[in-house]
């Protein structure tokens, strides 16, 4: 579904990513993990279009995506949930996830589908007149998952989904995530640095360092890998424990 | 007394109009963070736009105004197309007020000269048939042409609020000012709704226009006083505070016509640059917004 072929991607001069090729199939969950810094919110914000690729190409359903401004991709049915949520903070509960369904499609169905948010995290409901400002962190990242949803994505990118979250929220979340990908076939691409639980709900995983990709493979393998567990999970390899 | 009330209707009045002015140009700082010095050419733009409709062929002063909305939208349209679009690609947020002050001076030079070869550098005014008569109640006199601005600054003022509040465009302009990041990744057309606040900005700089051209006069440069009055009013009500520059207007004409009881008639100009300077130190914020 998703296709980056040999990304380069600059900040101005800077180079941030070295030849990235990824996939992302239909009704998949994709991680990626790396340290902070790798470029995974390069990849994502690449992804969006809120940074053009100067070599290589990415294609969605079959459409390049080289060229188009960050609106028309939204529109194609890719949604991201930020890294910091970036709600607008002046602005109700209900009237952020309006936002969220700013295509025309989407926009004609919006009741029905803020009633399946509002099933999804069942507190954005008690919040509904609340500006967004006024949440709780927790409150917030459902907020910000509630309006990528509004757009009725193929494909939802998470940036830093459990950033400054309880274990118990994230693991709250994740199984939202895991629920929404089940029942509506929506893929997902996590972008995490709790390894740990990304591996725990993804299909497959792909190792971002130094803005290279330096390794792949199902998540179970992953979880499994010496490399893995010495570098994100601080486990040592048997054997080699100091 | 009957003194104290005329000063206080007079105050409104004008104070209605100064909010008017004020509503453009918080608009586009509100919503984009520029400042549009050419706001005040604009003004007297619109005014000759209505100038030439009565005098070519009649039209009452009130009824031009819908042509000038049109018209006057379609120079904003032009002017942010021209102008403040190639200004978003400036690295910092912060960069854009000082670069479009500078960019609109260039505009207000270039309208100047166009609106000198068009319509000579007379002063320009509309006299209809009502104009000098006055509403009499119970002794206060107001000015038909003073009523039919404050009617127009209101209508103006709460048309802009349903339209941000309301309507989708409106969300999405809310939207594209607290996040415009944020809004591009919701799909919205950040550059879009851009472009039309910079024409509704621009029409209701128009309709001040039109309220001036019958009441007062405009000349090709007389924009520069109209436009001190803008700022200030900006500055009273708060930074993208658009729901307060009518009141912050109407505080500012106010207190300039009670000035009169205090200091000579010809300081009256300066009271509005005091309050102005007074603000600024003490309240940058604007008088009605909370956080600072």
Redesign the interface.
């Known amino acids: 579904m998703l296709e980056i072929s040999h990304v380069d991607v600059y900040y101005g001069d800077l180079q941030a990513l070295w030849d990235v090729s990824l996939t992302i199939g239909d009704g998949e969950i994709v991680t990626l993990v790396g340290s902070n810094g790798a470029g995974k919110s390069t990849i994502l914000k690449t992804i969006?279009?809120?940074l053009k690729p100067k070599t290589g190409s990415i294609s969605f359903d079959g459409m390049c995506l080289d060229k188009l401004?960050?609106?028309r991709i939204?529109?194609l049915g890719i949604?991201?949930v930020?890294e910091g949520r970036?709600?607008?903070?002046?602005?109700s509960v209900l009237?952020n996830l309006?936002?969220?369904a700013?295509?025309r499609v989407a926009?004609r169905v919006r009741h029905n589908t803020i009633g399946w948010i509002y099933e999804l995290f069942p507190v954005l409901r008690q919040r509904a007149k609340q500006e967004a400002n006024t949440l709780s962190g927790g409150e917030q990242q459902m907020l910000a998952i509630g309006?990528a949803l509004m757009?009725h994505p193929k494909l939802l990118m998470i940036d830093e989904m459990s950033l400054g979250l309880s274990p118990l929220l994230v693991q709250e979340i994740s199984r939202v995530i895991k629920d929404i990908n089940k029942s509506r076939r929506i893929a997902v691409f996590l972008v995490e640095q709790d390894v740990n639980m990304a591996l725990s709900i993804a299909d497959r995983g792909y190792i971002v360092e130094n803005g290279r990709i330096q390794g792949q493979g199902t998540a179970r393998a992953l979880l499994g890998s010496d490399r893995i567990k010495e570098a994100y999970l601080g486990i040592s390899p048997a054997g080699k424990g100091s | 007394m009957e003194n104290v009330i005329q000063t206080i209707a007079y105050g409104i009045v004008i104070g209605a109009l100064y909010g008017l002015i004020g509503l453009g140009l918080g608009l586009i700082m509100g919503i984009m963070k520029f400042l549009n010095i050419a706001h005040g050419t604009f003004i007297m733009l619109g005014g000759y736009v209505s100038f030439w409709l009565f005098t070519l062929w009649g039209i009452d002063p009130y009824l031009t105004i819908p042509l000038v909305i049109v018209a006057m939208f379609l120079i904003g349209l032009l002017l942010y197309k021209l102008t403040l679009s190639p200004l978003l690609k400036l690295p910092h947020i912060g960069m854009r007020i000082s670069n479009s002050l500078l960019i609109t001076f260039g505009v207000i030079y270039v309208l100047d000269n166009a609106m000198t070869l068009v319509w000579k550098a007379d002063v320009r005014t509309i006299i209809a048939s009502y104009r000098g008569e006055a509403l009499n109640l119970f002794g206060t006199r107001v000015p038909y042409t003073g009523l039919a601005g404050l009617g127009i600054a209101v209508l103006a003022t709460v048309t802009l609020y349903f339209i941000l509040s309301r309507t989708?465009f409106g969300?999405?302009v809310?939207?594209a000012t607290?996040?415009a990041?944020?809004?591009?990744?919701?799909?919205?057309?950040?550059q879009k709704t851009y472009l039309i606040s910079c024409g509704i900005a621009t029409a209701l700089a128009g309709i001040a226009g039109v309220v001036i051209v019958s009441s007062y006069s405009v000349t090709p440069t007389g924009g520069l006083s109209w436009l001190l009055i803008g700022i200030v009013v900006m500055v009273l009500a708060g930074e993208g505070n658009i729901n307060a520059i009518l009141p912050a207007g109407i505080i500012l004409g106010l207190v300039e016509s009670a000035s009169v009881f205090v200091v000579p008639i010809q300081y009256r100009q300066a009271i509005a640059l005091l309050i102005f300077i007074i603000v600024l130190m003490f309240r940058p914020q604007g008088l009605f917004t909370k956080r600072g």
């Open positions: 969006s279009g809120l401004p960050a609106h939204a529109g949604s991201m930020p970036r709600l607008f903070p002046q602005m009237e309006e936002m969220g700013s295509r926009r309006r757009s | 989708y969300k999405h809310r939207a607290q996040d990041e944020a809004a591009s990744l919701c799909g919205v057309n950040v």
